[in-house]
Structures are given as structure tokens and as C-alpha cells.
């Protein structure tokens, strides 16, 4: 083999070896079919059907695939059959799949050894050929592509004639007449299109395709295997895994393409959609700066297909893949799914799975925490709402929550009634058909599925019930600690501001002759002077210590520690102070204890209403607690717990969450949101206001935010509109201007047959030479007919043509009589 070089640099080669050591990145045959049908889906074609079928030419079993896009022009069908050219670019919302520029050569030789490709645009028809059996029957050294183009103004290239004798020579189609047979194919379907024809298949060990087309002829679906004997056997599987039908229905997250197999459209489904007792939760990563949605819900098939849906740039990725907490024992999740849209992942080679990397184990680890979470929620609310059922959840018949159906003119998706039974369906629906008028259009845009209710996580009141009996059990073992060394237990009461600073614990002196301990993490309030004097010196010189040791921890941790901290103060019924600490206080000292590190750490500054001696609404620092205070306490929870609710536990305990891998990011969830719903709230009027204010505010700063979307995406519609018109301007244009010409040459065309004509009929004019001779004719006519009216009274010469042959018929018909 000749090494090719430039600038004297040697080339790489490719090997025609190549074309089958890149198919074997898909070891499953489903996935080279859906490469197939990305190209298809993709922006840059833009297709609206799609066809797969199965065919038999010439004897060999066939699969065909078609759709009705814009075609490729040759030089991007060059480009389709070489190896790394991908520029496909987004449109609006519409993102492309194919990013390495490799999916039609590995999965059309994943499928066969051969494949041809016939593509027609509005300008051209061409035909390019993909065959391993031609480059080994060639012996070829390099990968070669026959490529063959029509232009409809005749102007081939002449190089064409070498690859139209390698297609007929080493293709099913041996006659130009059998090439523009399938050419035509594509123009049934629709002006411009792609047609692929993939001979060759591959085959098991007993020599049958691997494809087996007799068990359903409206699908397509993989062999069954020696150890699978029945369609039962299957029922034990996902029917996504051996039906192409099932997986081309959950294929996309938002289908936009209708899918055809053997002749029968595919019922797509949004499988976000589809499930019951649906739940949107969100997941924030730490490597992102926005939440990523979730949605959790039931199986209404089979609770044994259950597990993550994740998807990426609207493509299916990984199908029912079960997390952590599915895989163990205690069966958790059982018929539950998750849909999520990993566009932060990077996909390998075959689109079947997702790179192995921290940010992908991550997200499966807190897909795991949140699907538990999920599991956890819906038995304590079925539990709560009907204590006495007995048949678990995943047992029940379920129907899903919404129903969408496809219209099949316009692709758009519509939500029908809860409740509709889709059996009811007809064959082909259409917009026109649908029960709400407001969306009885093509023309009407789809019905937003976002709705900005369903951006917030849902309500979790269990996990809530844990973290806050969780604080109590903790609090309980500080105090328990506390009698152990001989002091009375702390009571969490409600702090002072959080405004007064701390640096360094030192004793100072109060109005009232007693000394305060300051510092960092807690503050330290004797009550009286009796207690001061009972003292100590050993308990009084030592350091006073926080409950919790918030300076050992991450600025996440501290946040999650004070949410829960003001959480649990309400729980406990109780207000928090200033106190002093456990080591330095007497048995039967009253004693109030803060942690001014969580206090600083708040962003709003709190006031604390305490009815007292006409002292209400104070800023300032507390040096003691009169008698006759009163605190205002809430309610508090029950200390029951569900099952199995310490294993939660342990997930959520400081110890294992404290270390120095953790990011709150990484597990953060509607927890803390729902936590810090239940704070304690400021009670003035003046900020209760300003909060409302804050609040419209915000609800009006997001409002302007989708309706500049909204604005963006209608001017992203107009450009492109626009965009259309001037083409189509322009190509009016064009129209005109050559009708204009063909006008003015038919007008010259016309003038000159004019003057043909006027020079034919010149010689035989009155001036002629022949002229004399037509008078004398027309002369002798006159005198017959005068003489023919003896013969026939009722012949009126003035409505005879004397210069026709009208009077020499007369003439015959009257010597015929006579004679």
C-alpha cells in the first residue's frame, strides 16, 4: 500500500477492517436501529415520519428504513459515510442526539455487512454505498464510498460513471431502472427523503438473522435465546428489550417524529406523563448552578419494570435502571419510576450508557436517596389516609395520573380528561378532535406542562417527622449528658438578636452585678447573683462549649444544622435565650442556651415577642429573666416513629454527613426548603409587609421572566418565519424573472411564426400570380349557383360561400339527380 503524504508527513490510513471493529461498540441491536432513527430525528433533516419495515430482494432478508425529511445533497452524504463530521447545530428547543459523527457507520454495519443509502433533495437524487462485501471483493486497502448524483439540470459529474458500475456491480440493484425504482419510493412519502437498504444481516450460530420478523408481522423483535422458550420467559424482562415496537414508545422523552414499523405506527407515549401517583422532586448537583426536575410515579403495567428512566438531549440513554435501594432486600421502590434528563452527563459511544465518573455516580447516589424518599411518602400517606388497607401499593390497580395523546397532523402533544379510557381512541387522532376547545387547533401551541405549581417539590412530611424526631433524640442525649455530670439540663429557648458580635469568651460585667460569658458559639447568662456565688472557680474558669461543634463543620453543614436547630426550637415547644453553659451552672440554676453561630449565620434578623412587665419586641440583650415571663411554644409532634425510620436515620446523621467529601449540593433536596418553611416568622406588621412585598415582588420578577421567554421563543418563531417568507420571496423572485424571459422568447417565437405565415400566404394574395385564375373560379362559381336555383328553389346564395366548395357539392348532388 502506497502511503499517501502531504508536505511530506505520512497520512493515516483506515482499514475497510475498521468498519466492523466499529460496530461492536453496540452489542445490542436496538441501539444501531436508533442511531439510525437520531439522524433521522435530528434538526438538520427534520423529519416527520419515519419507517422501518422488513424486506426480502433477491432472495436476501432486507431492512429498510425511510423518512420523509430534507434529503442530503452530496457532499453531505459524503460526509454521512465518512467518519467524524458532525455539524448539526440546535434549533429553538430542538437539540441534536449525534455528537461524534459515528452513528450510521456503526449501526448500519452493526445490522449488516452492506447498506445503500438513496437521498433526494429539491435539487438532486443521490446514492451512496456503504459495503464491506465490495471493498473485500475489490481487496481494497482503503475505505471507499461509490457515490452517484442526479442533478435535475443535467449537470453530472463524469467521475459518476466508475461508482454507478461499482453500485450495479456490487448491490442488489443491477439496472439503472431498479436504482430509480427506490428513488421513486421516496417521492410517495413526500417531496425530499432518505431511503437506507441494509442487506446482509447478521446472524446467530444456527444461521438465523438475529431479528426474528414471523412472531409479530406488526414488529420487529430479537431472537429469542436457547434459554428463553417462551413469550412467558420474556414477561420476566422489560418488553423495551427484545420489542423495537415497546422501545421505540419510550425512545424519546418528547417525541416529535412519528415512528412507523412494518407498516403500523407506534404509540409513543410521555413517559413522565404516563405513570400514577406522580411526584416532581428536584436535584441540584454540585458541579451546576440549577436544579435539575425529577419525577417519580408508579408503573401502571407491571411493578416489576421499575427503576431510573434517564434520559439525555431528549434521547433514552439507560431504560429501568434500579438504584441502590431496589437492589437491596428489603425490596424498596418496588414498581417505581424516576425520569430525569442527565444533559449534564456525557453519553458513551453507543448512547446506552453514561460515562463512569464522579459526577455520574453522584447523581445515581442521590437518585437513589430521593427514590427512597418517594417510597417512604406515599406509604405513610396511604397509611395516614386509610390506616386499616392491608394490600401494599405496588399490589393496587393504578391508571396514570394525565393522558396525552399525539395529533397526528401537526405532532403536537394534547392532554385529554383524567380518566379517559385510551382504548376509546381512534386509529388517527387529530387536534379538531379534542374535548377542550382552548386547544382545538393545529395552529394553538401545546399546553404548557410546566406549570409553575409543578416546579416545587412535593410536600414531604415523613422525612420532616424524621429530622425533627431526629433533633429531639439528639437534644434529649445532650441534656441526659448534662444531669450525668450533676447540672440541671439546658432549655432551649428563643435568641436574643443575632446581631451582637462575638469574637473571643470573656467575662463582662452586667446592670445588674452579674457576669455574661461571650463568645464564639455560645453566649453565657447567669440569672442572679445568688447563682453566680454558688459557683464554682474550677466550673467557672472553664471555656463554656456549644451543644454542637459548629467550627468543625462545612458552611453547608452549619446551614443544614441551623435549619433543623430553629425547626426543632419549635418542636420543642419552647423559646430560645442566652444561657449559660452546662459546666458552668449549678443544680436548680435556671439556664438558657443559644448557639450564636447559628444566630450570625442568618441572613434575617429576628425578633421575639415575650410578654413580660410591659417589655414586648426587645433588640437589646437580656441579663436576666423575671419571674412572671410567659413564652409563647408551639405544639408538640408525636414521638412515634414508622418502621425502619432509624435506617433513615443514619443517612441524615452529622457524623457520616460531616466529612470533608460531603457538599450539601450533593444530597440537597426539598428538605431544607420545606424545614425553613417551618421557622419561626417574624410577627411585626411592618415586616410581615415588607416579607408580602418580597414575596409579590419575586412572584412578579418571575412572572416577567416567563413572559420574556415566551417573548423569545414567539421572536425566535417570527425570524424564523420570516426567514421563510424572504426565501420564499426570493424564490418567487427567481420564478418571476425566468417566467419573464420564457414570456419574452415565446413573444419573439410568436412573431416569427407571424412573418412565416404572412410569407406563405404572400404568393397566393390578390397580387399573386395565381390571382387571375381565383377570380375566373370564383366567377364560374357565381353563374352555377344562379343556375342551381332552378334546380333548388330554396337555395339562398346570400349564405353561400361562393369561394368554398359548397357550390361544386351542389353541383354533384344536382347532375346525379339529373342523370
Known sequence: MATRKHRGIPLSSLN??????????????????????????????????????????????????????????????????????????????????????????????????????????????????????????????????????????????????????????????????????????????????????????????????????????????????????????????????????????ILYLKPRMQINIRGQRVKTQLISKSLAHIANDSYRPSFLTKRIRITFGFNTKSKEHCGIMMYHKNRLIKAYERVSCQRKAERKGIGVIGVIECNFLQPTHNKQDFDDTDQY??????????????????????????????????????????????????????????GFDCSRLPEKWFCNLNH????????????????????????????????????????????????????????????????????????????????????????????????????????????????????????????????????????????????????????????????EAMLTANTRETKWEVESDGRENSDEPVSSVPSGMAVRSEPVLEEEEEQGADTWHEMWAPEEVGGSDFKQEDVDGPCEEELEEETWTPKQPQEEELLERMREAMEDRDSCREEVEVLRGNCATLQDERSELLSTLRRVEQEKASLSSLCDQLKRELEKLRGNADKRAGPEGDDGPGAEDRRKLKKLRLRLARLLVCFMPALDLEHVDISSEVIDDLLDQVLEEVT
Open 361 to 418: 455516580r453522584k447523581t445515581m447516589y442521590n437518585l437513589s436517596i430521593k427514590l427512597e424518599d418517594f417510597w417512604n411518602e406515599i406509604r405513610y400517606k396511604r397509611k395516614k389516609e386509610d390506616p386499616k388497607c392491608s394490600v401494599p401499593i405496588e399490589d393496587t390497580m393504578k391508571v396514570p395520573d394525565q393522558v396525552w395523546v399525539q395529533c397526528d397532523s401537526c405532532l403536537k402533544w394534547r392532554r385529554l380528561p383524567d
Open 16 to 249: 475497510p477492517k475498521f468498519l466492523h471493529t466499529n460496530s461492536t461498540s453496540h452489542t445490542w441491536p436496538f441501539s444501531a436501529i436508533a442511531e439510525l432513527i437520531d439522524n433521522a430525528y435530528d434538526p438538520d433533516v427534520r423529519a416527520k415520519q419515519f419507517w422501518v419495515d422488513w424486506t426480502r430482494i433477491k432472495g436476501l432478508d432486507c431492512l429498510s428504513f425511510m423518512d420523509n425529511g430534507e434529503g442530503m445533497t452530496r457532499a453531505r452524504l459524503h460526509k454521512m459515510l465518512s467518519f467524524g463530521y458532525s455539524d448539526k447545530k440546535a434549533v429553538r428547543d430542538h437539540v441534536p442526539v449525534g455528537i461524534y459523527g459515528n452513528g450510521f457507520k456503526s449501526g448500519s454495519m452493526r445490522l449488516g455487512k452492506d447498506a445503500i443509502v438513496f437521498t433526494k433533495t429539491k435539487d438532486s437524487m443521490s446514492i451512496g454505498l456503504l459495503s464491506q462485501s465490495y471493498l473485500q471483493a475489490i481487496k481494497a486497502q482503503q475505505i471507499m464510498v461509490p457515490i452517484l448524483t442526479f442533478r435535475r439540470d443535467g449537470q453530472n459529474q463524469a467521475e459518476d460513471a466508475a461508482s454507478l458500475e461499482a453500485i450495479l456491480s456490487h448491490s442488489l440493484f443491477s439496472t439503472e431502472k431498479e436504482l430509480f425504482s427506490e428513488l421513486r419510493a421516496i417521492g410517495a412519502v413526500g417531496p425530499t427523503g432518505t431511503r437506507v437498504i441494509i442487506w446482509n444481516l447478521r446472524t446467530t450460530v444456527s444461521g438465523e438473522t438475529e431479528f426474528d420478523f414471523a412472531a409479530d408481522k406488526y414488529d420487529i423483535q430479537i431472537r429469542a435465546s436457547a434459554g428463553e422458550k417462551s413469550r412467558e420467559d420474556r414477561a420476566m424482562s422489560a418488553e423495551s428489550e427484545w420489542s423495537l415496537r415497546a422501545y421505540c414508545s
Open 436 to 595: 377542550d376547545p382552548q386547544f382545538r387547533s393545529c395552529l394553538i401551541e401545546e399546553e404548557l406542562e410546566d406549570q409553575e405549581e409543578e416546579q416545587k417539590s412535593y410536600p414531604k412530611p415523613f422525612k420532616r417527622r424524621l429530622v425533627l424526631n431526629r433533633k429531639r433524640r439528639h437534644n434529649k442525649s445532650v441534656q441526659e449528658e448534662s444531669v450525668s455530670e450533676g447540672l440541671d439540663a439546658p432549655n432551649l429557648v428563643a435568641p436574643l438578636s443575632a446581631r451582637q458580635p462575638s469574637n473571643s469568651v470573656s467575662p463582662q460585667a452586667s446592670p445588674s452585678g452579674t457576669s455574661t460569658y461571650s463568645g464564639t458559639g455560645v453566649h453565657i447568662l447567669s440569672p442572679t447573683a445568688s447563682a453566680r456565688s454558688e459557683l464554682s472557680p474550677s466550673l467557672a474558669q472553664r471555656s463554656p462549649q456549644p451543644l454542637i461543634n459548629l467550627t468543625a463543620c462545612s458552611d453547608s453543614l452549619k446551614r443544614t444544622k441551623r435549619k433543623h436547630f430553629s425547626t426543632e426550637v419549635r418542636a420543642a415547644g419552647v423559646t430560645p435565650c442566652t444561657s449559660v453553659p452546662p459546666t458552668a451552672l449549678p443544680q436548680g440554676a435556671s439556664t438558657f442556651t443559644h448557639t
